[in-house]
Each structure stands twice: as C-alpha cells, then as structure tokens.
T-cell receptor, first 110, second 115 residues
Framework: LAKTTQPISMDSYEGQEVNITCSHN???????ITWYQQFPSQGPRFIIQ???TKVTNEVASLFIPADRKSSTLSLPRVSLSDTAVYYC???????????FGTGTKLQVIP | DADVTQTPRNRITKTGKRIMLECSQT?????MYWYRQDPGLGLRLIYYSFDVKDINKGEISDGYSVSRQAQAKFSLSLESAIPNQTALYFC??????????????FGPGTRLTVL
C-alpha cells in the first residue's frame, strides 16, 4: 500500500479557500486517491475520490497532476463547520484493505 | 435511522473483564471492519470480514477476536481487557459491488475505557 504524507494541521479563516496537499510518491498504476473527513467524536466520512486530473463534487474538488505523485484537496469558502480531520488515502482498485494515516487537522477560525 | 449502529456508545470496564462491542448495519453491505483510534495515531485496522464466512486479521488483532453472526452483524470482543485497549472503536462497512475501490461507511464509534 502506498504511503501518504500530509500536513499535521492547518488553520484557515472563514470564507477562505483551503488547499490540503498530500504526497504519495510510490502510488501504483491501479491506485485511486481518496479523501475522508472526520468531525470530532464521529466516524470518518468519504468525501471525494479520483484517479487523475480533476474531480469536483458538492463538498470539494480534488486536483491530481499527471504524475499522480501528489494530490490537492480544495475546500471552497470554508465555514466553521468544516473544522475536522481530513485523511488522504491511496486505495488500490478493487482492493479492500486501506490504511488511514493521522490526517490533517483543519481548524477554521471566525 | 442510522445505517451503521454501534452498541454501546460508551463503556467503562475493569482490567481482566471480557467485553463485547457490537455493530449492526442496514446498508446491505457484504464487508465489515473494526478499527480503533488513539490520539495521534489515526485509525488502525483490527479485523475485517468480506462475508459471513470470511474473517481476516488487521494490523493490530492481538488481544481481540471477532464474530460475524450474520451479514448485518459484526462483533468485536476483548477477552481480557487491559488499560492500553482504552480507545475509540469504529465499525465500518463497504459494498464489494460498487465503485472502483472500497468506500467505507463508518458507525458513530464506541468509547471504551479500561481501568
């Protein structure tokens, strides 16, 4: 399983765009990049997944460069309710076992 | 109603006691997982099950056992609890027939304290 590296923590003011970058230098051809969000005292929640280029949904955007060795989760105009831990995972296609690292703790400031 | 439920939500027990944490799901998923979360260590996989007859050890299975009683139920047991098993425990499910990879759905967690 490919190892990921992401910042331990980030602070942002309300209304700003937040970009969290994840490095995954040894990503394999059949791996997908997946992000989960975990609010305090809750289980993680899937937010977005991509293989290459850009993916956007109602929660976030995911940017993946051509070499796929890194990815950036973008949260537009964050609010206080976006304060959470964000986990970047590299998940093999069709494979079940995943590894959650320690994630990035995002603190949104009023 | 929540799709993935865990009971109890909070439990305090003493060293040496046997304790069972239960997980039930109404999502119809075939795969179920147990994780523990400790401050600063992220989530670590204890056991996982791909179907009723399949049980697999995760990263940290020592001191734990599981039972998959039905597709919808997956229980985690601590045969003789010890203080370093104090943690937040999460159950998760996923569907092998959906999407290119496993997307996991987590329960609300059980906070276990072993004195």
């Amino acid at each position: 399983l490919a190892k990921t590296t992401q910042p331990i923590s980030m602070d942002s003011y309300e209304g700003q765009e937040v970009n969290i970058t994840c490095s995954h230098n040894n990503i394999a051809t059949n791996d997908y990049i997946t992000w989960y969000q975990q609010f305090p005292s809750q289980g993680p929640r899937f937010i977005i997944q991509g293989y290459k280029t850009k993916v956007t949904n109602e929660v976030a955007s995911l940017f993946i460069p051509a070499d796929r060795k890194s990815s950036t989760l973008s949260l537009p105009r964050v609010s206080l309710s976006d304060t959470a831990v964000y986990y970047c995972l590299v998940v093999p296609g069709g494979y079940q076992k995943v590894t959650f690292g320690t994630g990035t703790k995002l603190q949104v400031i009023p | 109603d929540a799709d993935v439920t865990q009971t109890p939500r909070n439990r305090i027990t003493k060293t040496g006691k046997r304790i069972m944490l239960e997980c039930s799901q109404t999502k119809g998923h075939d795969r179920m997982y147990w994780y523990r979360q400790d401050p600063g260590l992220g989530l670590r996989l204890i056991y996982y099950s791909f179907d009723v007859k399949d049980i697999n050890k995760g990263e940290i299975s020592d001191g734990y056992s599981v039972s998959r009683q039905a597709q919808a139920k997956f229980s985690l047991s601590l045969e003789s609890a010890i203080p370093n098993q104090t943690a937040l425990y999460f159950c998760a499910t996923s569907d092998s027939d959906r999407g290119p990879t496993d997307t996991q759905y987590f329960g609300p967690g059980t906070r276990l304290t072993v004195l």
